[in-house]
Nanobody
Framework: QVQLVESGGGLVQAGGSLRLSCTAS????????LGWFRQAPGKEREFVAA???????TYADSVKGRFTISRDDPKNTVYLQMNSLKPEDTAVYLC????????????????WGQGTQVTVSS
């Protein structure tokens, strides 16, 4: 089992920045790919960014150039740096883990955190 706990959400004005963190426990962190997803009220959960065990990254088109995913394996933590935030980025942000290979698909991740709320005001 892997337990994931997100932090760092909050209320920010459009154009501002936030850094989300997700700390894992339970299994060796460096064997896992980590993903960030988000879910707005009434909408399906959608992919944001992911990083695999070797540091390869991929991003949703909607966040490319604004968000950066990174990982610190000794700290068992994955980060999502969010810059130039827009009101449409408002959602609950969740991190997820799966073995080694990253994916943009929601249904292939084995472990999920509870999420952290990000609200961007206009």
């Amino acid at each position: 089992q892997v337990q994931l706990v997100e932090s760092g959400g909050g209320l920010v004005q459009a154009g501002g920045s936030l850094r989300l963190s997700c700390t894992a426990s339970g299994r060796p962190f460096n064997n896992y790919a980590l993903g960030w997803f988000r879910q707005a009220p009434g909408k399906e959960r959608e992919f944001v960014a992911a990083i695999d065990w070797s540091g390869g990254r991929t991003y949703a088109d909607s966040v490319k150039g604004r968000f950066t995913i990174s990982r610190d394996d000794p700290k068992n933590t994955v980060y999502l740096q969010m810059n130039s935030l827009k009101p449409e980025d408002t959602a609950v942000y969740l991190c997820a883990a799966r073995r080694r290979i990253l994916s943009m698909r929601v249904d292939v991740y084995d472990y999920w955190g509870q999420g952290t709320q990000v609200t961007v005001s206009s």
